[in-house]
């Protein structure tokens, strides 16, 4: 296994080659996917070449302003029902440059039709622009696409699982067997994670490595939190496995005390409506807002002026949970103590009494008690911030962990071309 922790990695010396590499994303860009564009970013300050191919186009109505730094070219996938002309003739023209395709095909798997064709017209692309590493965001599709478009040209793929892609009832252990036995090196982003993937998978233990999603910490200035308003705020998708509702539920309690509080609550989702409701039956119209998709500038001046920021994440009914929540990343970086559950790494992060306060899952009474200390006690909120700070430059910073990311890259490189370089000699 890559020794991560060595003080020289060998992304950084002088002496290593030129890398390019090929991200493979569901759906590119997404507006609650920001650790992509900062990993990209931070690839591409280090001299690493991008290209991102996307399965799908956006969907989103709001991006992130970081976007517009982003230099890596996107291809997207065709969409639509594939005619088997299409297929075929796919296949033809891939063929010329890789002769195996047919065979790397017969490999399929639990991949989809959809996934064939997009594994061919990927390997297109990986010959025209002289791809060395292909890395796929999440063990679904993409990491499907990627490891069919490996086995087609060779190229070596790693996979980055996060936690929908681990924990979700619809995972198949099959297929994500499959996914990991094929990658070179998977990657997920918590120790949770991969002691879990570990335990599923024994057998690749070796290639599972624990990198942290990080942040560019030169653009998240830190303030004191000692005087802020008695404000909560909560970011994230409208959706169950966030623990809105709870929140919701610890401010009809906080209210019942007598506390006088706004909350606000950011971004949108399937749930809008549901919630909604809930903050109108409780009467609570005049503490709670939702105020929909924000830009991410807008959405950073929230958590900056906030006393708290709650993360009340559970486990879904479908078993979908969330991994290590960025907007918490962003929160401590930031200055404003958080309030979290003790869901899948979040304990890595928000450390109880020492950079956060932890809470049991589905508890509003526990959130709301953790709340209330916050938004009364300023030295409290002003010890946990600056401890929250000093984690994050730490564990967090994404030029630091992208070089680790990037070491895994140029050794799957060098290992490809090596085994390569041997098959040529024994022919």
Request: with cysteine.
């Amino acid at each position: 296994m890559l020794d991560l922790g060595s003080r020289q990695t060998y992304a950084s010396l002088e002496f290593a080659p030129a890398l390019r590499v090929g991200y493979v994303v569901k759906r590119y860009p997404r507006f609650s996917e920001t650790f992509v564009v900062n990993e990209i970013l931070a690839h591409e300050r280090a001299g690493v070449e991008i290209d991102v191919f996307s399965l799908r186009t956006p969907s989103d109505a709001h991006f992130q302003d970081k976007l517009a730094q982003v230099r890596a070219a996107v291809a997207y996938m065709p969409e639509g029902n594939c005619r088997l002309s299409d297929f075929w003739e796919a296949v033809r023209e891939t063929q010329r440059r890789y002769p195996r395709v047919l065979s790397a095909l017969s490999g399929v798997g639990h991949a989809t039709t959809a996934d064939l064709y997009h594994a061919v017209v990927l390997a297109q692309h990986i010959a025209k622009q002289k791809i060395d590493h292909l890395h796929a965001h999440f063990a679904t599709s993409a990491a499907s696409v990627a490891r069919l478009a490996s086995l087609i040209t060779g190229i070596p793929y790693s996979v980055t699982a996060h936690a929908k892609d681990i924990f979700h009832e619809e995972v198949d252990p099959a297929d994500l067997r499959e996914k990991i036995a094929s990658a070179a090196h998977v990657v997920t982003v918590s120790d949770f994670n991969r002691e879990f993937l570990c335990r599923q998978y024994p057998e690749f233990a070796g290639k599972i490595t624990r990198i942290y999603n990080g942040l560019d910490l030169s653009e998240i200035p830190y303030q004191s939190p000692t005087t802020r308003p008695a404000k909560i705020v909560a970011v994230g998708r409208l959706v169950e496995k966030k623990g809105f509702a709870d929140l919701i539920d610890a401010c009809a309690l906080l209210a019942a005390r007598g506390l006088v509080f706004d909350c606000e609550i950011i971004g949108d989702g399937e749930l809008a409506g549901d919630l909604a409701r809930r903050v109108a039956q409780l009467n609570l119209s005049r503490r709670i807002r939702l105020l929909g998709p924000r830009c991410r500038r807008d959405v950073m001046e929230a958590m900056q002026s906030a006393a708290v920021v709650a993360a009340p994440c559970i486990i879904g009914e479908d078993g979908n949970r969330d991994g290590l929540p960025t907007v918490l990343l962003e929160a401590m970086a930031l200055g404003t103590p958080c309030v979290a559950t003790d869901v899948t790494g979040i304990p890595e992060l928000v450390r109880h009494e020492k950079t956060g306060l932890i809470v049991s899952e589905r508890c509003p009474r526990e959130l709301a008690d953790s709340i209330a200390r916050l938004m009364v006690d300023a030295s409290l909120r002003d010890a946990l911030a600056a401890s929250a700070r000093q984690l994050i430059e730490r564990n967090f910073d994404v030029d630091r962990n992208s070089t680790s990311q990037r070491d895994i890259f140029a050794e799957s490189r060098d290992q490809a071309s090596a085994t390569a370089l041997r098959t040529v000699g024994a022919i």
